[in-house]
T-cell receptor
Framework: AQSVTQLDSQVPVFEEAPVELRCNYSSSVSVYLFWYVQYPNQGLQLLLK??????LVESINGFEAEFNKSQTSFHLRKPSVHISDTAEYFCAVSGQTGANNLFFGTGTRLTVIP | NAGVMQNPRHLVRRRGQEARLRCSPM?????VYWYRQLPEEGLKFMVY????????ESGMPKERFSAEFPKEGPSILRIQQVVRGDSAAYFC?????????????FGNGTRLTVT
């Protein structure tokens, strides 16, 4: 089975400052990794994913995450945040074999301060 | 292309009543997943279904909870004799494939409140 740890439950950051949201995973098999974002009273939206190839993956709105196998991490970063980035961010993992179930971390609430 | 549709958005039930949550996957998706989100917690996997089959129900409570995905119609998550601890947001997701790596598309959830 897989599990995900998001150590930071809340991250406040000033507008235009950089941010890093941490994610570590545990698995006995090779994994796929995802970041989802949840805005208030909405479902989760896929932000970016790592399946294979380059360990650095990017989203269309400036976020990026780097898969680090040796540290079993998949931290999410953005060099300059906007007010609109305020949301809950979930890291998730699924095994490369077997069913497509996603296992989620407990989430990090990013609050961008004007 | 409509996304994953869940209804109702909000559901209030008294203790002991039944709750029925519906999920229509995205067009062309035959794999459905149900997750529960408790306040201040992440999403917990409950059950994974493919048309007419339960593939993995390892996250389902042993009693009172059941799920189905019939050949025709939406997937249904049914909670019998609800208790206050069942109050949560229930999210449905779908994917076109069941293999790992196929991103899940989520609905906006059903927020169940048990009074």
């Amino acid at each position: 089975a897989q599990s995900v740890t998001q150590l930071d439950s809340q991250v406040p950051v000033f507008e235009e400052a950089p941010v890093e949201l941490r994610c570590n995973y545990s698995s006995s098999v090779s994994v796929y990794l995802f970041w989802y974002v949840q805005y208030p009273n909405q479902g989760l939206q896929l932000l970016l994913k790592y399946l294979s190839g380059s360990t650095l993956v990017e989203s269309i709105n400036g976020f990026e995450a780097e898969f680090n196998k040796s540290q079993t991490s998949f931290h999410l970063r953005k060099p300059s945040v906007h007010i609109s980035d305020t949301a809950e961010y979930f890291c998730a993992v699924s095994g490369q074999t077997g069913a497509n179930n996603l296992f989620f971390g407990t989430g990090t609430r990013l609050t961008v301060i004007p | 292309n409509a996304g994953v549709m869940q209804n109702p958005r909000h559901l209030v039930r008294r203790r002991g009543q039944e709750a029925r949550l519906r999920c229509s996957p995205m067009k062309g998706h035959s794999h459905v997943y149900w997750y529960r989100q408790l306040p201040e917690e992440g999403l917990k996997f409950m059950v994974y279904l493919q048309k007419e089959n339960i593939i993995d129900e390892s996250g389902m409570p042993k009693e009172r909870f059941s799920a189905e995905f019939p050949k025709e119609g939406p997937s249904i998550l049914r909670i019998q004799q609800v208790v206050r601890g069942d109050s949560a947001a229930y999210f449905c997701a779908s994917s076109p494939q069941g293999q790992g790596g196929s991103p899940l598309h989520f609905g906006n959830g059903t927020r169940l409140t048990v009074t």
